[in-house]
């Protein structure tokens, strides 16, 4: 049977490292996705949030989270000061991707100023302003989402300085387009993410067996880096430091805090633990993050005892009920209200703090609670779900184990989709704990 094992999981790995391209085939991917993100996705969202003009201002070394996403394969970073400028033409019905930059920004976004005959790179800026005159113009500045605040101070204040009097009263915030160009995916994208969640789950499948754990001398910590350096040699990286922790019938369930610390140490794996993972890794500009499970059998076992079986299932169903719930339009907030009752009225101990996941990890949308805010979280809460957007559904259920004289907290997290026909993960889900033989059990 371990050899079987041994010869599943190196197939698997061949498989996951063939789908991962080498750079100058990323680079070309990464290019075209943009190109479409720019031709389809741009022109909906400025409709959808009745903003004309979009400015977006960065520096070198310190972009604005989302024109970091809508640089080049080949710009690794901003230079010297970007401007970008999106202008929706209403009367025609196009969209104008314009660099007040010395140089074209790729293939999609257009140099529009010229040094030579206008020296001061704010004053090209107003003219662009001027000759378009927009309604709105939108700045990228938030109060509910980091990733949608990121003019700086400076940037701010200098083109407020130079920006006349009419048109100051034009600016709003992009708060809501700057959260749909960073969630909303295109069909091209999502299967890139299906192969990577499948990634995703090999490695954790690999680290979560003999290849990489021996009960009885192998660390926690010693599977997390297994797990690091895995994603290193396959030409990738991870978003996080993973992590890898233990519950045991002879200790107590820590509490949350404690639990979703990074500082819990490292303990040796035994027979008879029930694991626990935090893995995600970032890869054509689409991160993953997951949590799974495994069991590590005791002499004699062969499955792991029904009771965690039964207590894993009931992780499932916190799952189906916070996903039942979804619905374009509904915020965060309400998703969470609606799912917790259910979950209450079932006779489930549950927590759920459920993200948006996708160009970023914990990235921008409606946020599905906090494990510290269970009652709704003010504004990223209040946000609503559109559709041809991700999420990593991540939640816990704590479960009462007589056996074990405690109760175990089952969490649980995998990328799941919203679109047209309703939810789906992106690829599949843990519906049963892995099992780790030790080497006892396999005689």
């Known amino acids: 049977m371990k050899k079987i094992l041994v010869i599943i999981l190196m197939l698997f790995t061949t498989i996951a490292q063939s789908q991962v391209l080498a750079e100058r085939e990323r680079s070309k991917i990464t290019d075209e996705i943009m190109g479409e993100r720019f031709d389809k996705i741009l022109p909906e969202l400025m409709d959808r949030t009745n903003i004309d003009m979009w400015i977006l201002i960065s520096r070198e070394y310190n972009e604005d989270p989302v024109l970091r996403t809508m640089l080049p394969s080949t710009w690794l970073n901003a230079r010297r000061r970007t401007i970008l400028v999106f202008h929706k033409d209403q009367q025609n019905d196009s969209i104008e991707k314009l660099a007040i930059a010395r140089y074209n920004i790729g293939e999609n976004i257009k140099s529009a100023w010229n040094k030579e005959e206008q020296p001061d790179q704010w004053k090209a800026l107003v003219d662009i302003i001027k000759d378009r005159d927009p309604a709105k113009i939108g700045l990228n500045f938030s109060e509910n989402f980091g990733i949608a605040d990121g003019l700086v101070k400076t940037d701010h204040e200098e083109f407020m300085e130079v920006l006349p009097k009419a048109y100051k009263e034009r600016i709003v915030s992009a708060e809501d387009l700057a959260v749909g160009w960073i969630e909303t995916r295109t069909f091209r994208e999502m299967v890139i993410f299906s192969?990577?969640?499948?990634?995703?789950?090999?490695?954790?499948e690999e680290a979560f067996s003999t290849e990489v754990i021996q009960p009885g001398v192998t660390t926690t910590d010693d599977?997390?880096?297994?797990?690091?350096?895995?994603?290193?040699?396959?030409?990738?990286?991870t978003w996080f430091h993973p992590t890898v922790d233990i519950q045991r019938s002879s200790e107590k369930l820590v509490d949350h805090i404690t639990a979703f610390s990074d500082e819990n140490g490292s303990s040796v794996i035994l027979p008879g633990d029930l694991l626990h993972c935090d893995f995600g890794i970032t890869y054509l500009n689409l991160n993953t993050d997951c949590q799974q499970m495994a069991y590590v059998l005791q002499d004699g076992e062969n499955t792991a005892p029904?009771?965690?079986?039964?207590a894993f299932k009931k992780g499932n169903r916190l799952q189906d009920i916070l996903t039942s719930n979804f619905k374009t339009g509904s915020s965060g907030n309400e998703v969470l209200s609606k799912s917790l009752k259910q979950a209450q009225l079932e006779g489930l101990k549950a927590s759920i703090y459920t993200h948006p996941l996708g160009l970023y990890g914990h990235s921008a949308g409606p946020t599905i609670g906090m494990w510290d805010q269970q009652d709704g979280v003010p504004g990223a809460g209040d946000y609503p779900l559109y559709e041809n957007t991700v999420y990593a559904i991540e939640l816990n259920t704590e479960v009462e184990i007589p056996e074990w004289e405690k109760s175990v907290r089952i969490m649980l997290e995998e990328a799941g989709f919203w679109g047209d026909d309703g939810f789906r993960y992106v690829n599949q889900r843990q519906r049963d704990l892995m099992l780790i033989p030790s080497e006892r059990a396999e005689n």
């Open 223 to 237: 599977v997390v880096w297994w797990m690091r350096q895995k994603v290193t040699e396959m030409g990738m990286e």
């Open 306 to 310: 029904e009771y965690l079986t039964a």
């Open 195 to 204: 192969d990577l969640v499948e990634m995703t789950h090999i490695i954790i």
